[in-house]
Protein backbone atom coordinates (compact mmCIF):
# COMPACT_ATOMS: atom_id res chain seq x y z
CA UNK A 1 0.00 0.00 0.00
CA UNK A 2 1.08 3.21 -1.40
CA UNK A 3 1.48 6.22 1.76
CA UNK A 4 2.31 9.67 2.48
CA UNK A 5 3.52 10.36 5.89
CA UNK A 6 2.91 13.93 7.79
CA UNK A 7 5.58 14.73 9.90
CA UNK A 8 4.22 16.76 12.90
CA UNK A 9 5.71 14.96 16.05
CA UNK A 10 3.36 13.76 18.15
CA UNK A 11 0.27 14.61 15.63
CA UNK A 12 1.94 12.72 13.18
CA UNK A 13 -0.19 10.31 11.19
CA UNK A 14 -0.31 8.22 7.76
CA UNK A 15 -2.48 9.26 4.21
CA UNK A 16 -2.82 5.53 2.82
CA UNK A 17 -3.37 5.88 -0.43
CA UNK A 18 -5.31 2.82 -1.92
CA UNK A 19 -8.36 1.40 -5.16
CA UNK A 20 -10.78 -0.21 -4.18
CA UNK A 21 -9.92 -1.85 -0.96
CA UNK A 22 -12.58 -1.51 1.50
CA UNK A 23 -12.36 -3.46 3.65
CA UNK A 24 -9.02 -1.96 4.22
CA UNK A 25 -10.11 0.73 6.49
CA UNK A 26 -11.27 -0.95 9.63
CA UNK A 27 -7.56 -2.66 10.03
CA UNK A 28 -5.86 0.61 9.33
CA UNK A 29 -8.62 2.66 11.68
CA UNK A 30 -7.14 0.06 14.43
CA UNK A 31 -3.19 1.25 13.77
CA UNK A 32 -3.96 4.42 13.73
CA UNK A 33 -7.14 4.87 16.73
CA UNK A 34 -5.05 1.82 19.13
CA UNK A 35 -7.17 3.26 22.49
CA UNK A 36 -10.21 3.33 20.54
CA UNK A 37 -13.21 1.39 20.72
CA UNK A 38 -15.86 3.18 19.32
CA UNK A 39 -16.40 5.14 16.66
CA UNK A 40 -19.00 7.76 15.50
CA UNK A 41 -19.20 7.17 11.43
CA UNK A 42 -20.54 10.52 10.33
CA UNK A 43 -21.57 10.46 6.43
CA UNK A 44 -24.04 12.86 3.82
CA UNK A 45 -27.18 11.24 2.54
CA UNK A 46 -24.44 10.66 -1.40
CA UNK A 47 -22.03 9.04 1.00
CA UNK A 48 -24.39 7.08 3.13
CA UNK A 49 -23.79 3.13 1.49
CA UNK A 50 -19.98 3.58 1.45
CA UNK A 51 -20.36 4.50 5.22
CA UNK A 52 -21.93 1.56 6.62
CA UNK A 53 -19.53 -0.63 4.67
CA UNK A 54 -16.81 1.33 6.91
CA UNK A 55 -19.22 1.03 9.70
CA UNK A 56 -19.01 -2.93 8.99
CA UNK A 57 -15.21 -2.79 8.57
CA UNK A 58 -14.30 -0.73 11.90
CA UNK A 59 -17.06 -3.03 13.65
CA UNK A 60 -14.95 -6.22 12.70
CA UNK A 61 -11.96 -4.95 14.08
CA UNK A 62 -13.38 -4.24 17.28
CA UNK A 63 -15.12 -0.86 17.27
CA UNK A 64 -18.43 -0.45 18.92
CA UNK A 65 -20.12 2.21 16.02
CA UNK A 66 -23.09 4.42 15.99
CA UNK A 67 -23.16 7.01 12.72
CA UNK A 68 -25.02 9.77 11.49
CA UNK A 69 -26.31 11.28 7.95
CA UNK A 70 -26.14 14.70 7.38
CA UNK A 71 -28.01 16.15 4.51
CA UNK A 72 -25.80 16.81 1.51
CA UNK A 73 -24.23 20.23 0.50
CA UNK A 74 -22.56 23.44 1.51
CA UNK A 75 -25.56 24.15 4.01
CA UNK A 76 -24.64 21.34 6.62
CA UNK A 77 -21.39 23.14 7.54
CA UNK A 78 -23.77 24.83 10.36
CA UNK A 79 -23.98 25.32 13.88
CA UNK A 80 -27.00 23.48 13.48
CA UNK A 81 -25.56 20.46 12.09
CA UNK A 82 -22.69 20.74 14.34
CA UNK A 83 -25.06 20.20 17.25
CA UNK A 84 -26.40 16.97 15.92
CA UNK A 85 -23.30 15.37 15.69
CA UNK A 86 -22.72 16.45 19.62
CA UNK A 87 -25.97 15.06 20.35
CA UNK A 88 -25.09 11.52 18.70
CA UNK A 89 -21.73 11.44 20.71
CA UNK A 90 -23.74 12.19 23.68
CA UNK A 91 -26.59 9.54 22.90
CA UNK A 92 -23.44 7.07 22.28
CA UNK A 93 -21.64 7.86 25.34
CA UNK A 94 -18.67 8.97 23.69
CA UNK A 95 -15.67 9.37 25.76
CA UNK A 96 -12.16 10.99 24.78
CA UNK A 97 -10.99 7.74 22.98
CA UNK A 98 -14.08 7.75 20.89
CA UNK A 99 -12.93 8.41 17.17
CA UNK A 100 -15.06 10.38 14.68
CA UNK A 101 -14.64 9.02 11.19
CA UNK A 102 -15.83 11.59 8.64
CA UNK A 103 -17.10 9.23 5.02
CA UNK A 104 -17.30 11.88 3.03
CA UNK A 105 -16.42 14.94 0.87
CA UNK A 106 -15.20 18.37 2.36
CA UNK A 107 -18.09 19.23 3.96
CA UNK A 108 -18.29 16.14 6.37
CA UNK A 109 -14.95 16.26 6.78
CA UNK A 110 -14.56 19.85 7.90
CA UNK A 111 -18.15 19.68 9.81
CA UNK A 112 -17.25 16.13 11.91
CA UNK A 113 -13.65 17.50 12.42
CA UNK A 114 -14.85 20.45 14.21
CA UNK A 115 -17.32 17.83 16.61
CA UNK A 116 -13.94 15.92 17.00
CA UNK A 117 -11.84 19.13 17.62
CA UNK A 118 -14.70 20.55 20.26
CA UNK A 119 -16.75 17.43 21.92
CA UNK A 120 -14.97 16.56 25.29
CA UNK A 121 -12.15 19.36 24.53
CA UNK A 122 -10.93 17.18 21.45
CA UNK A 123 -11.48 13.14 20.22
CA UNK A 124 -9.74 11.64 17.67
CA UNK A 125 -10.50 12.18 14.26
CA UNK A 126 -10.05 9.40 11.03
CA UNK A 127 -10.76 10.98 7.59
CA UNK A 128 -12.33 8.73 5.42
CA UNK A 129 -12.55 11.09 1.92
CA UNK A 130 -14.89 10.36 -0.42
CA UNK A 131 -14.47 13.52 -3.29
CA UNK A 132 -11.55 14.33 -5.46
CA UNK A 133 -11.46 17.56 -3.56
CA UNK A 134 -10.99 16.17 -0.11
CA UNK A 135 -8.23 13.26 -1.07
CA UNK A 136 -6.16 15.70 -2.81
CA UNK A 137 -6.93 18.67 0.10
CA UNK A 138 -9.62 19.03 2.93
CA UNK A 139 -8.58 15.68 4.37
CA UNK A 140 -4.95 16.83 5.08
CA UNK A 141 -3.57 19.56 7.38
CA UNK A 142 -6.17 19.77 10.06
CA UNK A 143 -8.45 23.01 9.09
CA UNK A 144 -12.03 22.02 10.37
CA UNK A 145 -15.03 24.11 10.91
CA UNK A 146 -18.56 25.39 10.04
CA UNK A 147 -19.43 28.75 8.01
CA UNK A 148 -20.78 32.01 9.48
CA UNK A 149 -24.18 32.63 7.65
CA UNK A 150 -21.53 36.01 6.47
CA UNK A 151 -18.25 34.18 6.19
CA UNK A 152 -16.72 30.73 4.44
CA UNK A 153 -15.21 29.08 7.65
CA UNK A 154 -14.93 31.74 10.01
CA UNK A 155 -15.96 29.17 13.11
CA UNK A 156 -13.33 26.62 13.56
CA UNK A 157 -10.38 24.80 14.91
CA UNK A 158 -7.65 23.18 13.76
CA UNK A 159 -7.20 19.49 15.09
CA UNK A 160 -5.22 17.03 12.78
CA UNK A 161 -6.33 13.76 11.88
CA UNK A 162 -5.07 9.89 13.67
CA UNK A 163 -5.16 9.33 9.98
CA UNK A 164 -6.59 9.29 6.51
CA UNK A 165 -7.33 6.50 4.39
CA UNK A 166 -7.90 7.77 0.67
CA UNK A 167 -9.46 4.84 -1.85
CA UNK A 168 -9.57 5.89 -5.24
CA UNK A 169 -12.31 3.76 -6.04
CA UNK A 170 -14.67 5.64 -4.22
CA UNK A 171 -14.62 8.14 -6.72
CA UNK A 172 -16.02 5.88 -9.21
CA UNK A 173 -19.89 6.96 -8.23
CA UNK A 174 -18.49 11.08 -8.24
CA UNK A 175 -20.67 12.89 -10.47
CA UNK A 176 -18.44 14.75 -13.16
CA UNK A 177 -19.42 18.51 -11.87
CA UNK A 178 -18.08 17.22 -8.01
CA UNK A 179 -14.79 15.48 -9.66
CA UNK A 180 -14.37 18.78 -11.79
CA UNK A 181 -14.50 20.77 -8.74
CA UNK A 182 -11.72 18.94 -6.75
CA UNK A 183 -9.33 19.71 -9.90
CA UNK A 184 -9.37 23.07 -9.02
CA UNK A 185 -7.22 22.35 -6.27
CA UNK A 186 -4.63 20.19 -7.88
CA UNK A 187 -3.89 23.32 -10.24
CA UNK A 188 -3.79 25.72 -7.01
CA UNK A 189 -0.36 22.98 -5.82
CA UNK A 190 1.23 23.17 -9.38
CA UNK A 191 0.62 27.08 -9.74
CA UNK A 192 1.99 27.46 -5.92
CA UNK A 193 4.37 24.92 -5.30
CA UNK A 194 5.27 22.77 -8.49
CA UNK A 195 5.90 24.08 -12.00
CA UNK A 196 6.72 20.29 -13.15
CA UNK A 197 3.35 19.15 -11.72
CA UNK A 198 1.53 22.06 -13.48
CA UNK A 199 3.66 20.99 -16.49
CA UNK A 200 2.46 17.30 -16.06
CA UNK A 201 -1.45 18.48 -15.57
CA UNK A 202 -1.73 20.19 -18.94
CA UNK A 203 0.18 16.77 -20.70
CA UNK A 204 -2.07 14.67 -18.72
CA UNK A 205 -5.47 16.79 -18.74
CA UNK A 206 -7.20 14.35 -20.80
CA UNK A 207 -6.61 11.25 -19.12
CA UNK A 208 -7.14 13.02 -15.56
CA UNK A 209 -10.80 13.66 -16.64
CA UNK A 210 -11.16 10.23 -17.91
CA UNK A 211 -10.15 9.23 -14.35
CA UNK A 212 -7.59 6.74 -15.84
CA UNK A 213 -6.18 5.00 -12.46
CA UNK A 214 -2.72 5.38 -12.49
CA UNK A 215 -3.41 9.25 -13.14
CA UNK A 216 -5.23 10.16 -10.27
CA UNK A 217 -3.20 7.96 -7.88
CA UNK A 218 -0.51 10.00 -8.83
CA UNK A 219 -2.27 13.44 -8.95
CA UNK A 220 -3.93 12.67 -5.55
CA UNK A 221 -0.47 11.29 -3.97
CA UNK A 222 1.17 14.37 -5.42
CA UNK A 223 -1.06 16.25 -4.04
CA UNK A 224 -1.50 15.39 -0.53
CA UNK A 225 2.65 15.18 -0.54
CA UNK A 226 2.64 18.85 -1.34
CA UNK A 227 -0.06 19.50 1.12
CA UNK A 228 1.74 17.50 3.56
CA UNK A 229 5.26 19.62 3.00
CA UNK A 230 3.58 23.02 3.68
CA UNK A 231 1.46 21.62 6.94
CA UNK A 232 4.43 20.41 7.93
CA UNK A 233 6.62 23.33 8.07
CA UNK A 234 3.18 25.64 8.85
CA UNK A 235 1.10 23.82 11.25
CA UNK A 236 -1.08 26.59 12.71
CA UNK A 237 -0.80 28.75 9.30
CA UNK A 238 1.34 30.96 12.06
CA UNK A 239 4.59 32.49 9.94
CA UNK A 240 2.30 32.87 6.93
CA UNK A 241 3.66 29.75 4.36
CA UNK A 242 1.06 27.53 5.15
CA UNK A 243 -0.94 30.68 3.55
CA UNK A 244 -0.03 29.79 0.14
CA UNK A 245 -2.38 27.23 0.15
CA UNK A 246 -4.75 29.99 0.63
CA UNK A 247 -3.76 30.75 -3.46
CA UNK A 248 -7.59 32.15 -4.78
CA UNK A 249 -9.66 31.75 -1.88
CA UNK A 250 -9.76 35.29 -0.67
CA UNK A 251 -12.05 36.01 -3.66
CA UNK A 252 -13.27 32.55 -3.77
CA UNK A 253 -14.38 32.87 0.00
CA UNK A 254 -16.29 36.03 -1.06
CA UNK A 255 -17.96 34.36 -4.08
CA UNK A 256 -19.22 31.33 -2.35
CA UNK A 257 -20.45 33.79 0.55
CA UNK A 258 -22.36 36.19 -1.75
CA UNK A 259 -23.22 33.77 -4.25
CA UNK A 260 -24.97 32.00 -1.12
CA UNK A 261 -23.38 28.83 0.28
CA UNK A 262 -24.02 25.81 -2.72
CA UNK A 263 -24.19 28.13 -5.56
CA UNK A 264 -21.24 27.56 -6.96
CA UNK A 265 -18.90 24.62 -5.29
CA UNK A 266 -15.90 25.07 -3.48
CA UNK A 267 -13.25 23.92 -6.03
CA UNK A 268 -15.57 25.85 -8.76
CA UNK A 269 -14.97 29.24 -6.86
CA UNK A 270 -10.95 29.10 -5.93
CA UNK A 271 -10.71 28.23 -10.16
CA UNK A 272 -12.12 31.94 -10.66
CA UNK A 273 -10.76 33.06 -7.34
CA UNK A 274 -7.20 31.95 -9.10
CA UNK A 275 -8.24 33.97 -12.26
CA UNK A 276 -9.30 36.80 -10.45
CA UNK A 277 -5.23 36.49 -8.77
CA UNK A 278 -3.47 35.84 -11.24
CA UNK A 279 -4.53 39.07 -13.32
CA UNK A 280 -4.36 40.78 -9.89
CA UNK A 281 -0.34 39.72 -9.94
CA UNK A 282 0.00 40.73 -13.96
CA UNK A 283 -1.75 44.20 -12.95
CA UNK A 284 0.13 45.04 -9.28
CA UNK A 285 3.40 44.02 -11.51
CA UNK A 286 4.43 40.84 -10.29
CA UNK A 287 3.90 38.50 -13.60
CA UNK A 288 3.76 38.76 -17.18
CA UNK A 289 0.91 37.46 -19.00
CA UNK A 290 2.41 33.66 -19.59
CA UNK A 291 1.18 32.21 -16.09
CA UNK A 292 -2.55 33.64 -16.25
CA UNK A 293 -2.97 32.65 -19.64
CA UNK A 294 -2.00 28.86 -19.23
CA UNK A 295 -3.84 28.57 -15.76
CA UNK A 296 -6.88 30.04 -17.84
CA UNK A 297 -6.34 27.43 -20.33
CA UNK A 298 -6.06 24.64 -17.99
CA UNK A 299 -9.19 25.05 -15.52
CA UNK A 300 -11.21 26.08 -18.78
CA UNK A 301 -10.30 22.60 -20.29
CA UNK A 302 -11.28 21.05 -16.64
CA UNK A 303 -14.79 22.75 -17.29
CA UNK A 304 -14.23 25.43 -14.75
CA UNK A 305 -15.46 28.80 -14.09
CA UNK A 306 -12.85 31.75 -14.69
CA UNK A 307 -14.74 35.32 -13.53
CA UNK A 308 -16.62 36.41 -11.02
CA UNK A 309 -20.40 37.10 -12.03
CA UNK A 310 -21.91 40.79 -12.77
CA UNK A 311 -24.45 40.18 -10.67
CA UNK A 312 -22.63 39.98 -7.12
CA UNK A 313 -22.20 43.62 -5.84
CA UNK A 314 -18.68 44.59 -5.53
CA UNK A 315 -19.26 46.38 -2.37
CA UNK A 316 -20.28 43.11 -0.87
CA UNK A 317 -17.56 41.20 -2.36
CA UNK A 318 -14.70 43.57 -1.24
CA UNK A 319 -16.89 43.30 2.14
CA UNK A 320 -16.25 39.94 2.75
CA UNK A 321 -12.75 39.98 1.60
CA UNK A 322 -11.93 42.22 4.36
CA UNK A 323 -13.15 39.90 7.04
CA UNK A 324 -10.82 36.67 4.96
CA UNK A 325 -9.06 35.29 7.99
CA UNK A 326 -5.65 35.96 6.33
CA UNK A 327 -6.58 40.00 6.32
CA UNK A 328 -4.58 42.25 8.86
CA UNK A 329 -6.87 45.26 10.59
CA UNK A 330 -9.48 45.27 7.78
CA UNK A 331 -6.43 45.04 5.10
CA UNK A 332 -7.05 43.09 2.27
CA UNK A 333 -4.02 40.72 1.50
CA UNK A 334 -3.76 38.03 -1.28
CA UNK A 335 -1.35 35.28 -2.27
CA UNK A 336 -0.11 35.86 -5.55
CA UNK A 337 2.13 34.12 -8.24
CA UNK A 338 5.49 35.59 -8.44
CA UNK A 339 6.48 32.98 -11.27
CA UNK A 340 4.71 29.42 -11.77
CA UNK A 341 5.59 27.39 -8.61
CA UNK A 342 6.05 30.49 -6.19
CA UNK A 343 3.40 32.53 -4.63
CA UNK A 344 3.55 35.36 -1.98
CA UNK A 345 1.32 37.03 0.61
CA UNK A 346 0.92 40.79 -0.43
CA UNK A 347 -0.92 43.38 1.69
CA UNK A 348 -0.08 46.56 -0.55
CA UNK A 349 -2.69 46.00 -3.10
CA UNK A 350 -4.53 48.70 -4.21
CA UNK A 351 -8.65 47.85 -3.61
CA UNK A 352 -9.18 49.86 -6.77
CA UNK A 353 -7.08 47.39 -9.18
CA UNK A 354 -8.84 44.75 -6.75
CA UNK A 355 -12.42 46.04 -8.17
CA UNK A 356 -10.47 46.35 -11.76
CA UNK A 357 -10.22 42.66 -11.80
CA UNK A 358 -13.37 41.81 -10.47
CA UNK A 359 -14.80 43.87 -13.35
CA UNK A 360 -13.14 41.83 -15.63
CA UNK A 361 -15.36 39.36 -17.97
N1 LIG B 1 -10.32 21.70 5.60
C1 LIG B 1 -9.69 22.04 4.50
O1 LIG B 1 -8.44 22.12 4.46
C2 LIG B 1 -10.47 22.28 3.24
C3 LIG B 1 -9.80 22.32 2.01
C4 LIG B 1 -10.54 22.52 0.85
C5 LIG B 1 -11.93 22.63 0.93
N2 LIG B 1 -12.53 22.56 2.14
C6 LIG B 1 -14.00 22.60 2.24
O2 LIG B 1 -14.52 21.44 1.61
C7 LIG B 1 -15.85 21.68 1.16
C8 LIG B 1 -16.01 21.19 -0.25
O3 LIG B 1 -15.75 19.82 -0.30
P1 LIG B 1 -16.29 18.90 -1.49
O4 LIG B 1 -15.97 19.53 -2.78
O5 LIG B 1 -15.81 17.55 -1.22
O6 LIG B 1 -17.86 19.05 -1.34
P2 LIG B 1 -18.96 18.13 -0.63
O7 LIG B 1 -18.47 17.55 0.61
O8 LIG B 1 -20.19 18.98 -0.58
O9 LIG B 1 -19.17 16.96 -1.69
C9 LIG B 1 -19.64 17.29 -2.98
C10 LIG B 1 -20.88 16.46 -3.34
O10 LIG B 1 -20.48 15.16 -3.67
C11 LIG B 1 -21.24 14.21 -2.94
N3 LIG B 1 -20.39 13.03 -2.78
C12 LIG B 1 -19.33 12.89 -1.95
N4 LIG B 1 -18.70 11.74 -2.19
C13 LIG B 1 -19.37 11.11 -3.16
C14 LIG B 1 -19.20 9.89 -3.85
N5 LIG B 1 -18.14 9.10 -3.62
N6 LIG B 1 -20.12 9.54 -4.77
C15 LIG B 1 -21.18 10.36 -5.05
N7 LIG B 1 -21.38 11.55 -4.46
C16 LIG B 1 -20.48 11.92 -3.53
C17 LIG B 1 -21.62 14.91 -1.68
O11 LIG B 1 -22.74 14.34 -1.08
C18 LIG B 1 -21.89 16.31 -2.22
O12 LIG B 1 -23.18 16.36 -2.76
C19 LIG B 1 -16.05 23.19 1.28
O13 LIG B 1 -16.85 23.45 2.40
C20 LIG B 1 -14.66 23.73 1.48
O14 LIG B 1 -14.66 24.94 2.21
C21 LIG B 1 -11.84 22.38 3.28
O1 LIG C 1 -5.34 23.88 4.25
C1 LIG C 1 -5.22 25.09 4.04
O2 LIG C 1 -4.50 25.81 4.74
C2 LIG C 1 -5.97 25.74 2.94
O3 LIG C 1 -5.99 26.96 2.83
C3 LIG C 1 -6.68 24.83 1.97
C4 LIG C 1 -7.86 25.47 1.27
O4 LIG C 1 -8.02 24.81 0.04
C5 LIG C 1 -9.18 25.31 2.03
O5 LIG C 1 -10.23 25.77 1.24
C6 LIG C 1 -9.22 25.91 3.42
O6 LIG C 1 -10.38 25.47 4.10
C7 LIG C 1 -9.29 27.42 3.42
O7 LIG C 1 -8.88 27.84 4.66
P1 LIG C 1 -9.40 29.16 5.36
O8 LIG C 1 -8.47 29.27 6.53
O9 LIG C 1 -9.25 30.29 4.40
O10 LIG C 1 -10.82 28.94 5.73
ZN1 LIG D 1 -9.90 25.36 -0.85
Not at 52 to 71: C, I, K, M
Not at 206 to 233: F, I, M, N, Q, W
Request: hydrophobic letters at 45%; glycine letters at 10%.
Amino acid sequence: MESVHVRLGPRSYEIALTTAQPAGVGPFARRALPASTAALVVSDANTASLANDVEATLRANGFRTASVTVPAGEGTKSLAELSNLYDALYAMTADRRTAVVAVGGGVVGDLGGFAAATYNRGLPLLMVPTTMLAMVDSSVGGKTGVNHPKGKNLIGAFHQPAGVWIDTAFLDTLPDREFRSGLAEVVKYGVILDEPFFDDLEANAGDLLAREPATLRHVVGRSCRLKADVVEKDEREETGLRAVLNYGHTFAHAFETVGGYGGWLHGEAVAAGMVCAARLAERHGLIGPVLGQRQLALLTKFGLPTASKPEWPMDELIAVMRRDKKAAGGNLRFILPTRLGEVRLFDDVPEALVRDVLAAP
